[in-house]
């Protein structure tokens, strides 16, 4: 908000993310002890929030049930699985925009590699923090299906 210093001057009222809704992705953060996905608003704008998971081609992102928040503030989202896949989108009467803060290394909290030799596979997970992970491996039969051989639950230490 903005006015001249001349006494009773009308009063003008701009947001700059009218127009420049990238401004929006500057605020997201991420805290890996509280697990807590979070994002504030430095001004009054309408824009809804929602988390949403990308397709196996990144070309869609496919919203999350039950994460949407209709012109907040401020948006926190508890227990959040830092996964590459997991995204935010923010979405305005100019469109929606969408970005995954943990794929690409922004916001990295855990990674994975995998290892085989003979009728063994060495799966090791680094993390920032202790975590826990739920391993399935599983035969793919076809592009979108896997059937569980073996489910194991493992606790990671920090890097």
């Known amino acids: 908000e903005g006015w001249s210093a001349l006494p009773d001057a009308r009063r003008i009222q701009v947001c700059p993310f009218k127009n420049y809704t990238e401004e929006l ?3 997201v953060t ?14 009054p704008f309408d824009v809804d929030v929602t988390l949403c998971s990308m397709d196996e081609n990144n070309e869609h992102c496919i919203d999350v049930q039950n994460s949407l928040h209709k012109a907040p ?10 996964h590459p896949k997991l995204c935010m989108k923010f979405t305005t009467d100019k469109g929606s925009s969408v970005r995954c803060p943990f794929a690409y290394g922004y916001l990295p909290a855990w990674n994975m590699s995998v290892t085989g030799q ?19 491996l599983c035969n793919r039969t076809s592009a979108n299906k896997c059937d ?9 230490g920090t890097v």
């Open 148 to 156: 569980p051989i073996e489910e194991l639950y493992v606790t990671a």
């Open 25 to 27: 992705w500057n605020d």
């Open 30 to 43: 991420y805290n890996h002890i509280s697990q807590e996905l979070a994002w504030q608003l430095s001004c």
């Open 73 to 82: 503030l401020q948006v926190t989202y508890s227990r959040i699985d830092p």
């Open 118 to 136: 003979l009728n063994k596979l060495q799966l090791t997970l680094f993390t920032q923090d202790k975590a826990e992970f739920k391993v399935a």
